[in-house]
């Protein structure tokens, strides 16, 4: 029997999945995901969310699938503010986990421009207020910005906490985040032996800080790519591959290894769920 876990992190309502998510929801069911949360980017598809979070919900094989939206900082140039009023607006209609994916993000020459770190700056200041009113964590969007990211968190005196959502830092910055209440969502990155900083992170901070994620339709485990093709699209039917790897790399038993990051990703998200026992919210 699959044992029990919990997709932090999907975008399981793109179009990527439009043909088969009926199938590939059920099939995550089967492989033990209980449940996936829907994470948001762009307020145009807010209410894609909610459509999609219905479609699965009314499945009987499928995993609870539960919503975060979110203005993602990649894509600060399309987001303008009458935005953070619909997030606002979507946090007060709809029952949410979170607010995510918010962050900074300076992986392209474009996104260091000033103006533009600045807006991406001043959405993710606004986002943590928004957080903060609906007393709701975040799930952090953060590249090759931490230092300023988590300078922002302090300003804004934010506890709620969340998940640093694909950890990328080191030892000492994944410590920074976890002293501020954060988890580390490690997804199918860890089970590439390439990936040198991520692994020692996780055996430096130990199963205490970490939760797990497929970002899907993105960050496909090594052992589920296909030969030959560029990118194989990530699925929720592939989490228990990140589960395995993390069992190598912790030396713990896989059953209670999925017991202890069911109870993190309860504990940051507000989750009154027994193990094992994914409900309808």
Known sequence: MPVALIDTHTHFDVEDFD?????LASLASQQGVQALILIGYLAKY???LHVVQDQLNQQQNSPVTLLAPGLHPFYIQQHEDHHLLQLDDFLQSNQCVAVGEIGLDTFTAEMKQPEVY??????FSQQLEIAKQHDLPVLLHIRR???DSLAILKQHQFKRGGIAHAFGG???EAKAFIKLGFKLGINGLVTDPNARR???VVQAVGVEH???ETDCPDMTPICCRV???AHTRNTPVNLPAVLDELSILLNMDKQILAEKLWQNTSQCLALDWKYGHARIC
Not at 19 to 23: A, F, G, L, M, V
Not at 118 to 123: G, M, S, T
């Open 19 to 23: 043909q088969d998510r009926i199938e």
């Open 46 to 48: 807010f209410d894609r």
């Open 118 to 123: 600045q807006r991406q700056k001043d959405f």
């Open 145 to 147: 910005a931490h230092a």
């Open 170 to 172: 080191g030892i000492e």
């Open 198 to 200: 991520l692994r020692t």
């Open 210 to 212: 970490l939760v797990l």
């Open 227 to 229: 030969a030959g093709e």
